[in-house]
């Protein structure tokens, strides 16, 4: 079973491997202050985890015991400082799946090209884009977005 790190370190390199236009920083540790803009960090999500997903005995794995396990995590995409202009409008409605150009790999679509994330968790899926618009990340205002993904480890 993957645990919460391994799961986060996973999906914040599938998006960095596979997402057209590149999106610079993808963090799977989320700092205090972004770096630079545009940029993802991973962070789990709400609920984290539902235990006991599957009926009967839980696994042993490295001689520990190990219970099948539904993970959430949140992407927040953060595209610009303050409020919008079209072209960072278009980029992030590209990273999202809204807008299909030539070329583009979604954030979305480049989960769903391999989501084993490199084996690392059974399945991962986007579920949602729960907010899109000015979000607050450490007391400063961006443009931006959170999805949703859904990830099962056993």
């Known amino acids: ?16 491997n596979y997402v057209q236009p590149v999106i610079p920083t993808v963090l ?17 999500g709400k609920p984290v985890a539902k235990y006991g997903i599957t009926l009967g005995e839980a696994g042993v794995m490295g001689g520990r015991m190990m219970a099948a396990t539904e ?3 949140q992407v ?12 960072v409008q278009t980029n ?17 679509a480049a989960v769903a090209l391999d989501p084993t994330l490199g ?22 205002t961006y443009f931006g977005a959170r999805i949703d993904f859904s990830l099962s480890c056993q």
């Open 119 to 140: 084996m690392a968790v059974d399945y991962c899926e986007a579920s949602i884009v729960s907010s899109y618009g000015p979000i607050e990340y450490n007391g400063t």
């Open 28 to 44: 799977s540790d989320p700092m205090d202050q972004v770096p630079n803009v545009p940029a993802a960090m991973v962070f789990p």
């Open 76 to 87: 927040l995409v953060l595209v610009s400082q303050g409020s919008t202009i079209e072209r």
């Open 1 to 16: 079973m993957a645990s919460l790190v391994e799961a986060r370190n996973a999906l914040a390199a599938q998006i960095q």
């Open 71 to 73: 993970f959430n995590l």
């Open 92 to 108: 992030l409605d590209s990273w999202l799946g809204f807008e299909n150009f030539p070329g583009n790999v979604s954030i979305p």
